[in-house]
């Protein structure tokens, strides 16, 4: 993979490639099965049971579920023209899959979330599954992220909007910034803001904020400047703005900086937002970044064979196939 694409749930890591056809999944043993499509992937969500979705598109757009054996357990053919299917999310317990629908058929774009029972005889008695469903006009939903109570957070260019597990709107937050990554934390929802939206008045660009279960938002830590790297895990998040990269924790607090001018691809968390992989597009290692220096690894002694290092370094394809413990989600850039 060129530019891997990591989305993390409890303990259950998925590593895809946005127009590739793998997806590898891997807990703290190392990788437990992997699934090839026929059509390019277009986005991947892990579930806290290991199951994944898939949105791939090829003559049609198909949204499929593959549980921990690698089968196909539930699959959609989108086939209604100007209706595509934008994110996917599965339910802790693994029967629901939420999916975000784009409408372009009218004069404005409108979208949907669906929920569908993800077990044929559970929705037997739905048309296609779905059991609920709700819609927005003149909106954009950029994500579904189910809670760990199972209700789902959807975020649209326009409003956050939290959808109970029975399928009922329960409360909005407006969107005053753009968003530009968007992940989850422990039991909450986090989000980089850019810069505010024509008449609103919102937060400084560059500002980390959290989203609770109960609709209450919170500001973090903010740079003061529009980012360009996010990725989050339920330690929490890390941005990036040029050369610097921050790591900040479920609370919003800074709790490690750095400047790299090396040749990085991304710095991911894992499950305590200190404790970080750092990918280059040749080598990766697990580090603590509270004392971290890109200098003091040995990088000389690589070679295409996974060669012994000394320097506790291995190549950034070897790295992504020998994952473990809790690795990190990788953020989405996102504008509305």
Request: charged share 20%.
């Amino acid at each position: 993979m060129i530019s891997p694409i990591i989305d993390e749930k409890g303990i259950y890591t998925a590593i895809f490639e946005t127009g590739g056809r793998a997806v590898r999944v891997y807990n703290g043993q190392g990788l437990i099965y992997n699934v090839q499509t026929s059509d390019p992937i277009l986005s991947v969500a892990v579930g806290e049971n290991g199951y994944i979705g898939v949105i791939a598109n090829g003559d049609t757009y198909s949204v499929s579920v593959y549980s921990t054996s690698g089968n196909m357990i539930f699959q959609r053919i989108e086939a209604e023209t100007g209706v595509y299917p934008f994110s996917c999310d599965i339910s802790p317990d693994g029967e629901i899959i939420a999916i975000s629908y784009m409408d372009t058929t009218g004069v404005e774009i409108d979208s949907k979330v669906g929920l569908f029972y993800i077990d044929a005889e559970k929705g037997a008695e739905y048309t296609d599954s779905m059991y609920a469903a709700v819609e927005k006009n003149d909106e954009v939903i950029l994500g579904v992220y189910f809670m760990s109570n199972s209700g789902l957070i959807a975020i649209g260019d326009r409003n956050i909007i939290y959808i109970a597990s029975s399928g009922t709107e329960d409360w909005n937050v407006e969107v005053t910034n753009e968003i530009m990554g968007i992940g989850m934390c422990e039991n909450k929802l986090a989000m980089l803001y850019g810069d505010e939206l024509p008449d609103k008045d919102g937060v400084e660009c560059g500002t980390v904020v959290f989203i609770s279960s109960g609709g209450k938002m919170t500001k973090g830590y903010c740079t003061g400047a529009e980012s360009d790297f996010f990725a989050s895990s339920e330690g929490g998040v890390v941005i990036g703005n040029g050369s610097n990269y921050y790591g900040i924790n479920t609370n919003g607090k800074v709790v490690w900086s750095l400047n790299d001018t090396g040749n990085l691809n991304g710095i991911y968390p894992t499950s305590n937002v200190k404790k970080c992989i750092y990918t280059t597009k040749t080598w990766s290692v697990e580090a603590d970044m509270t004392n971290f220096d890109s200098s003091n690894y040995n990088t000389d002694i690589i070679s295409s064979k996974n060669t012994d290092t000394s320097a506790g370094t291995e190549p950034a394809d070897s790295a992504q196939d020998n994952k473990q413990d809790n690795t990190a989600t990788g953020g989405e850039k996102l504008k509305s």
